[in-house]
């Protein structure tokens, strides 16, 4: 009840561009072109049960469909991120294999829908949390947050993560952090490219918005494109990948964002992104 009112009063507030959606275990709030996802379950460190992942299928679904979305923005209530399945409900039989199949489908859409994807990360991040920051583009954190894929600890393989993590840090460091189980800081993973920006335990919200608002100054259609080729980068061969690229660069220079860059550079001023 509290949150549909705060919603309403917010709705005044920013006009008809806002809305939100009522879940469980997650609130989201849309003020075009950005929406907002904050795991809410912080009694228990945003830990994910099968509700949750029900819920973050049908919002993946629901944002990746709308077209007056751009920019996608991820974080966790409380002291955490997200520490991934519910270990509790798991061991009293209340998740089903069902489970894997929606949330891998909603990382999947966030990592190839056409806008762009941004964690806030503190606190932990381990099991599907650091998955899904793994399927995310941008992926900013406090130094000390703690990272990890412990599945291996539950006698689980640690989801998709078997497939991302190695592309960002390498084979070595994957097999060792997915074998192990063992967990790194923040500052450690973006040593080693985990984590593409750090932000201060004390205004990490505030700075965070300032990234945001750098990613937000160049999100093209040609930068969504760009998003879309690099998911093909480690797949294809040269031939299919250049053909790929003049397709897409051709709906590049066909959109109206690319009229707009044009303009901006004729007129010397930023581009306004419509």
């Given at each position: 009840?509290?949150?549909?009112?705060?919603?309403?009063?917010?709705?005044?507030?920013?006009?008809?561009?806002?809305?939100?959606?009522?879940?469980?275990?997650?609130?989201?709030?849309?003020?075009?072109?950005?929406?907002?996802?904050?795991?809410?379950?912080?009694?228990?460190?945003?830990?994910?049960?099968?509700?949750?992942?029900?819920?973050?299928?049908?919002?993946?679904?629901?944002?990746?469909?709308?077209?007056?979305?751009?920019?996608?923005?991820?974080?966790?209530?409380?002291?955490?991120?997200?520490?991934?399945?519910?270990?509790?409900?798991?061991?009293?039989?209340?998740?089903?294999?069902?489970?894997?199949?929606?949330?891998?489908?909603?990382?999947?859409?966030?990592?190839?829908?056409?806008?762009?994807?941004?964690?806030?990360?503190?606190?932990?991040?381990?099991g599907?949390?650091?998955?899904?920051?793994?399927?995310?583009?941008?992926?900013?954190?406090?130094?000390?947050?703690?990272?990890?894929?412990?599945a291996?600890?539950?006698?689980?393989?640690p989801?998709?993560?078997?497939?991302?993590?190695?592309?960002?840090?390498?084979?070595?460091?994957?097999?060792?952090?997915?074998?192990?189980?063992?967990?790194?800081?923040?500052?450690?993973?973006?040593?080693?490219?985990?984590?593409?920006?750090?932000?201060?335990?004390?205004?990490a919200?505030?700075?965070?918005?300032?990234?945001?608002?750098?990613?937000?100054?160049?999100?093209?259609?040609?930068?969504?494109?760009?998003?879309?080729?690099?998911q093909?980068?480690?797949?294809?061969?040269?031939?299919?990948?250049?053909?790929?690229?003049?397709?897409?660069?051709?709906?590049?220079?066909?959109?109206?964002?690319?009229?707009?860059?044009?303009?901006?550079?004729?007129?010397?001023?930023?581009?306004?992104?419509?």
């Open positions: 009840m509290e949150h549909k009112l705060m919603a309403q009063a917010k709705k005044l507030y920013f006009g008809e561009d806002f809305m939100a959606r009522d879940y469980e275990t997650l609130t989201f709030e849309k003020e075009a072109p950005r929406a907002r996802i904050t795991f809410n379950r912080p009694d228990i460190l945003n830990a994910v049960a099968m509700k949750g992942a029900q819920e973050l299928d049908d919002l993946a679904r629901y944002i990746a469909e709308d077209e007056n979305v751009r920019i996608v923005t991820i974080s966790g209530g409380g002291r955490a991120f997200s520490t991934g399945i519910d270990l509790k409900d798991l061991a009293g039989g209340k998740i089903d294999n069902s489970y894997f199949d929606l949330w891998d489908r909603a990382l999947r859409r966030f990592e190839t829908m056409d806008k762009l994807v941004l964690c806030l990360v503190h606190g932990y991040a381990l599907g949390g650091l998955q899904l920051c793994l399927a995310a583009d941008i992926r900013v954190s406090t130094p000390s947050a703690k990272l990890g894929l412990p291996i600890k539950e006698g689980l393989i989801g998709l993560g078997t497939l991302r993590l190695a592309r960002y840090i390498g084979l070595g460091r994957a097999k060792r952090l997915i074998i192990t189980g063992e967990m790194i800081d923040a500052q450690e993973g973006e040593r080693i490219g985990m984590i593409d920006y750090l932000v201060s335990e004390e205004n919200e505030a700075e965070f918005e300032e990234i945001v608002d750098k990613i937000t100054s160049v999100n093209s259609k040609g930068c969504r494109l760009s998003k879309q080729m690099l093909n980068c480690y797949d294809l061969e040269f031939e299919a990948f250049f053909s790929l690229y003049k397709e897409r660069q051709s709906h590049a220079t066909n959109s109206d964002d690319f009229q707009e860059a044009m303009a901006a550079y004729r007129e010397n001023r930023p581009p306004n992104w419509s």
